[in-house]
């Protein structure tokens, strides 16, 4: 069994963001802004790319690349020869001795960011606009918003990535939570009243509800398939998983087979699943998470890498 793509990716995750190619790419997959062609855009990225790669380059040579008197070279061969030695290696252990290196990335990463959220930002606001007639003073106040949005937001990535003790998980996790829209609700909110006030936050209502149940659903699946749960075990384990997304909150209104679901379960949410299950249902769901880190493990350790510590098979 290969490993899932949720670690398959961890390595060039790793890749992505020390030469920013990720980024790179993203940009110029990406619709037309407004400022220019994609190709013209694509070009001047290019341009930024490679004067940061020149500035790797100079400080590698100069040792300011990390700790005094290290250099992420330095680093690099340390992993190279654990494991040329068959000392265990993870994804974590690659991305920990190249953050020096992310951090001298840093501005160009978050121009990137910034750029894309931007792009996005317009549609939202386009949308926004177009639905509930707002006036010159209210568009513009929107558009600022999305601005200095996009420009917290960016900035919020680069602290997770330059963060001591930070995870690939922990970059996998945030990449999947992130909400271009999230806030937008108290700003909206300001602006519009009576009928438009009422079908904005309906709108609202079933866009957050939409993304929660296709999240919550998809994990009731993979546990599904491995234990087999009843209704009642499947209702339970779709409020516990539905509470994970970051567009939850209490005023959303949870429905399965047989009515609404009442907020259930103690603990972490692997501790509230197991809980739903009966005991030789937890026996099976722990052994299947088992028997495919095991699996995980082996295609890592073929290419000289070991399995990330905190690494869950079930994760999307």
């Known amino acids: 069994m290969s490993a899932p793509s949720s670690l398959r990716s961890l390595v060039p995750l790793v890749a992505g963001l ?19 062609t994609p190709e013209a855009q694509v070009t001047r990225l290019e341009v930024e790319l490679k004067s940061a790669r020149n500035r790797i380059t100079e400080l590698e040579a100069s040792g ?5 008197g290290r250099t992420v070279s330095d680093g690099l061969r340390e992993l190279a020869e654990d494991i040329r030695a068959g000392r265990p290696v993870s994804p974590d252990d690659i991305f920990q001795k190249c953050q020096p290196l992310i951090g001298t990335l840093a501005p160009l990463f978050e121009r990137i960011r910034v750029r894309e ?4 930002a317009d549609s939202l606001a386009g949308e926004m606009i177009r639905k509930y007639g707002l006036d010159p003073g209210q568009q513009a106040a929107l558009k ?3 601005e200095q949005k996009a420009e917290a937001d960016a900035k919020a990535w680069t602290d997770l990535v330059s963060r001591k003790g930070t995870s690939l ?7 999947r ?13 300001t602006m519009l009243s009576g009928d438009k006030l009422a079908a904005f936050k309906t709108q609202r209502a079933t866009e957050k509800a939409e993304r929660i149940q296709q999240e919550a659903d998809m994990r009731v699946e993979r546990i599904d398939s491995i234990v087999e749960l ?16 970051p567009d939850y909150d209490a005023s959303v209104k949870l429905e399965g087979a047989a009515g609404d679901i ?20 937890q026996e099976k769901y722990l052994a299947e998470k088992q028997r495919r880190r095991q699996e995980a493990a082996k295609d890592l350790e073929a290419i000289g890498l070991s399995l990330p510590a905190n690494w869950d098979p079930l994760d999307p």
């Open 117 to 120: 959220a931007e792009k996005i």
């Open 230 to 245: 009843d209704a009642s075990q499947r209702d339970q384990v779709f409020g516990i998983m539905a509470r994970q997304s």
């Open 144 to 146: 600022r918003w999305f």
């Open 169 to 175: 998980q922990d970059l996998a996790k945030e990449a």
């Open 262 to 281: 009442a907020t259930i379960g103690k603990g972490t949410p692997e501790e509230a699943t197991l809980a739903a299950l009966r005991p030789e249902q």
């Open 64 to 68: 300011r690349t990390g700790r005094p």
């Open 18 to 36: 020390v030469i920013g190619g990720a980024g790179v790419g993203l940009f110029a997959g990406s619709h037309p802004g407004a400022e220019g």
């Open 177 to 189: 939570n992130v909400r271009p829209d999230q806030g937008l609700d108290s700003v909206m909110e």
